[in-house]
């Protein structure tokens, strides 16, 4: 169902009867920052979508972890120094452990080989101020001023999708 404006009221009709009778729709053009934003951690926001679509937040007793897994090539360079240099601004520690994986998978009877690259904070602090966020994305994001929430956009966009958030606070 779709809002509409009938005699002076905003009323509910399905999309298809609102074609069928020429009506208007009403869409959300802009939506108001949040207060319930307002205590959640100040991390750059294209760090945080970077990290939601190609990391992995992990919380476990009194330790954290913060990987962040992307193939090292000539098109992803810019997007790895940027989440590096991120990092390092919002938390004041680099990521400071580096290991290069190779995947082994067999798909429709096919192996297939791949590489990444883990870059990866021990520490607790960015963990549990990601996991925070995470747990509140909603709104979170609606307090972002726009300029912000194209940054967690491109974070996200720029990101492949290999972590896609797993293991956050696990």
């Given at each position: 169902k779709m809002f509409t404006i009938h005699q002076r009221s905003l009323v509910?009709?399905?999309?298809?009867q609102c074609l069928a009778d020429d009506d208007f729709l009403?869409?959300?053009?802009?939506?108001?920052?949040?207060?319930?934003?307002?205590?959640l951690p100040d991390i750059d926001p294209y760090l945080v979508g970077a990290?939601?679509?190609?990391?992995?937040?992990?919380l476990w007793g009194r330790k954290g972890s913060v990987t962040f897994t992307q193939k090292s090539t000539a098109d992803k360079e810019t997007m790895i120094a940027a989440v590096h240099a991120s990092f390092q601004e919002s938390f004041g520690d680099p990521f400071t452990y580096h290991r290069t994986r190779t995947i082994l998978s067999v798909?429709?009877?096919?192996?297939?080989?791949?590489t990444a690259d883990d870059f990866i904070s021990?520490?607790?602090?960015?963990?549990?101020?990601?996991?925070?966020?995470?747990?509140?994305?909603?709104?979170?994001?609606?307090?972002?001023?726009?300029?912000?929430?194209?940054r967690f956009l491109a974070g996200v966009a720029d990101g492949d999708g290999?972590?896609?958030?797993?293991?956050?606070g696990r």
């Open positions: 509910k009709k399905r999309l298809a009403c869409t959300v053009d802009r939506l108001p920052g949040r207060p319930e934003a307002a205590g990290l939601l679509t190609d990391g992995y937040i992990r798909l429709r009877g096919r192996p297939i080989v791949g021990f520490r607790r602090e960015p963990a549990e101020q990601l996991t925070k966020i995470y747990n509140n994305l909603v709104p979170w994001t609606l307090g972002l001023s726009e300029g912000n929430l194209l290999v972590g896609v958030g797993d293991g956050v």
